[in-house]
C-alpha cells in the first residue's frame, strides 16, 4: 500500500463524519442511514443469487423420484 492510499484510509471515517455534519447530518443519523443502505445491499443481493440459483435449477418443479 502506498503512502498516499494509506493517509487516505485513515482520513476517510473523519472527512466522512465532517462532511455530514457540514450538511446538517448529526453522527448517529449518518449512522443509522449507512446501516439501513447496507441492509438493503445486502438483502437486495441475497433476494438476487437466490432467484438465479431458482431459476439456473428448473424453478424448483423437477421431482427427485
Given amino acids: 500500500m502506498t503512502a498516499t492510499n494509506e493517509l487516505a484510509t485513515r482520513a476517510s471515517p473523519p472527512i466522512a463524519v465532517a462532511a455530514g455534519n457540514f450538511m446538517g ?3 448517529p443519523d449518518l449512522v443509522q442511514w449507512v446501516t439501513l443502505i447496507y441492509l438493503v445491499l ?3 443481493h441475497k433476494a438476487w ?3 438465479r440459483d431458482w431459476t439456473h435449477q428448473g424453478g424448483g418443479n423437477e421431482s427427485d423420484e
Avoid: A, E, Q, T
Fill in 42 to 44: 445486502m438483502i437486495s
Fill in 25 to 27: 447530518m448529526p453522527l
Fill in 49 to 51: 443469487r437466490m432467484y
